[in-house]
């Protein structure tokens, strides 16, 4: 449709984005698409992501093994096996985890067991030992490999007729964090979605697929819901899905070469705004590139296929200009070049050409309506207050039954990958199926603060009962060896309010008219106040863990 388009240099956003073998990269107005994985923090805090899935789902196990009317090994009575764990029953056991084997530990590769019975993970399980299954996790051992039947330990815990108390306690056993600054009962998720749309989720209360945009090829699902879970990637995997939260953090950041990916869209929102800057200065546009031809079937489709080229055009621009939301508007400006002439030619004859400054009052005039629809939810809301830079979003679920299984075709001599998915929308809340949201991983305070400033533009609040992890991109641990953190409820609650107080400040307002007014101010207000509260010394403004603080809420 489109001629003598400029070949684009190498950009980090598109060599990234081929990296992943995604089933659809959807742009959702309401939520991300696909699902896999995302993640700085000053001082102190630091966030994370997730990704999976495969041929057979820990929650569509059928098989049941013998021997599962066995003694319980612990000698509980029947009416304390009957009831569900109390807080006390996670403490004494947290209080025991770490007792079994020194803390100075690996990861362990759990082989098979003689007899092709499965791994000794498997055997614990079988057995119901919770003391050999915390033993084994505590020695390094990961509950990922799979026995005969293919099944993970967790997949074989879920096949077991058990009571309710005994098999949380295994679940729990098998998915303990052993990050220090987790909550004494918090276990990892279970199904992870990865989003740069996750102010949008919060507001919605859901996951959506594809709300904008028609998205993928000839393997994808359109509309589905995504989700990185506990189950193996190809179906020669012995082991379920390797890296988890990275896969689920490499959907949350939004890349891909196509002028609709949310990275994309974030970028095009500031050149916009760099558009308007020239228009009301008067300052002249650079047409200096080559001039282009536009095919349509009637000029009656001629403005449509114009706004798309200007996608394209402003998408060209930003490989050429990194550092390009760190610019302000004047000197994004002055940088930006646009085709000398445009041609649009109609099936039926018709052609229009357009130069000079009937072109220049075009681009402008497409400018604005593209800024419109940007701001009216066609790039992620944290995308345009943070000037153009994503916040990526992973959003940890507990276990998550009924996921059906999407294959996409692999590099050659390569098994086909299997993605999870549901084809219906998904609440954060859980739904019959299960699944209700229990963590919010975000990259460091700067990004908190982003998204805690969007919320108060939006109305809406992070559920209190969600564990907020902080997690440093890959490189940034590598080179200062900081961890990924959880927050504690007053910790969180401690940071929101010091964040208040500097918008209260900034705004010249009290405190309790300060999310209304955020919700009329414009997008260049809200990127003022967001880049103050990203320069200020944010691990500052987080409370000092008090010794015994407790996260459940």
């Not at 070949?7 to 984005?17: F, G, L, Q």
């Not at 536009?294 to 114009?306: F, G, K, R, T, W």
């Not at 992620?380 to 276990?399: D, Q």
């Not at 919010?440 to 908190?448: A, F, G, M, S, T």
């Amino acid at each position: 449709m489109i001629g003598n388009r400029v070949n684009k240099p190498h950009d980090p956003r598109v060599a990234a984005s081929a990296r992943q073998s995604s089933p659809a990269q959807s742009t959702q107005g309401v939520t991300g698409g696909a699902t896999t994985t995302a993640s700085t923090v000053p001082g102190t805090i630091a966030a994370q992501s997730a990704s999976g899935q495969g041929p057979l789902s820990a929650s569509t196990s059928s098989v049941h093994q013998d021997g599962l009317d066995k003694p319980n090994p612990h000698g509980r009575d029947a009416a304390t096996a009957a009831r569900p764990p109390t807080t006390e029953d996670f403490r004494l056991l947290n209080s025991r985890r770490d007792s079994v084997l020194p803390t100075n530990r690996r990861e362990v590769v759990d082989t098979a067991s003689p007899g092709g019975a499965g791994t000794a993970l498997h055997q614990a399980v079988l057995e119901k030992d919770i003391d050999k299954v915390r033993a084994l996790i505590s020695a390094g051992v990961r509950p990922t490999a799979l026995d005969e039947s293919r099944r993970s330990p967790l997949d074989l815990l879920d096949s077991m007729s058990l009571d309710p108390s005994t098999k949380q306690q295994l679940r729990h056993e098998l998915l303990a964090s052993k990050n220090p600054t987790a909550p004494a009962h918090y276990t990892k998720w279970e199904a992870g979605h990865g989003s740069p749309w996750g102010l949008e989720i919060l507001v919605s209360g859901e996951l959506k697929g594809g709300v904008n945009d028609a998205k993928g090829g000839a393997e994808s699902l359109e509309g589905m819901v995504f989700f990185s879970d506990r189950t193996p990637e190809r179906s020669t995997d012995s082991t379920t899905r390797a890296n988890l939260r990275n896969k689920a953090r490499l959907y949350a950041e939004g890349k891909g070469t196509k002028p609709s990916s949310a990275v994309n869209r974030a970028l095009q929102y500031k050149m916009t705004q760099a558009l308007q800057e020239a228009a009301d200065k008067g300052t002249p546009l650079e047409l200096t590139k080559k001039p282009i031809q536009i095919n349509v079937d009637s000029m009656d489709e001629a403005h449509a296929a114009l706004k798309t080229q200007m996608q394209s055009i402003l998408t060209d621009n930003s490989f050429l200009l990194p550092g390009l939301a760190k610019m302000s508007p004047g000197q994004i400006s002055s940088k930006l070049k646009f085709p000398s002439e445009i041609t649009i030619s109609s099936r039926d004859g018709g052609e229009r050409k357009i130069a000079g400054s009937e072109l220049a009052e075009l681009y402008a005039k497409l400018g604005g309506e593209l800024k419109s629809e940007l701001e009216n939810g066609k790039a992620p809301f944290l995308g345009l207050i943070n000037n153009g830079a994503i916040v990526p979003m992973v959003f940890g679920f507990e276990k998550l039954s009924g996921l059906k299984s999407h294959t996409i075709s692999g590099a050659p001599n390569e098994a086909p990958k299997q993605f999870s998915y549901q084809n219906k929308n998904h609440p954060l809340g859980g739904s019959e199926t299960g699944g209700k949201l229990k963590e919010i991983e975000l990259r460091d305070l700067k990004d908190l603060a982003t998204l805690q400033l969007g919320c108060l533009a939006k109305g809406v609040e992070i559920p209190p009962d969600v564990v907020i992890r902080i997690s440093p991109a890959a490189g940034i641990k590598s080179r200062t060896g900081v961890k990924a953190q959880y927050l504690t409820r007053e910790q969180v609650e401690g940071f929101n309010s010091r964040l208040l107080q500097e918008i209260a400040s900034a705004t010249r307002l009290p405190p309790g008219e300060v999310s209304a007014a955020l919700a009329k101010a414009p997008i260049s207000t809200l990127q003022t106040i967001n880049g103050s509260l990203r320069e200020r010394p944010l691990d500052t403004f987080v409370p000092e863990r008090r010794s015994g603080d407790e996260f459940i809420p």
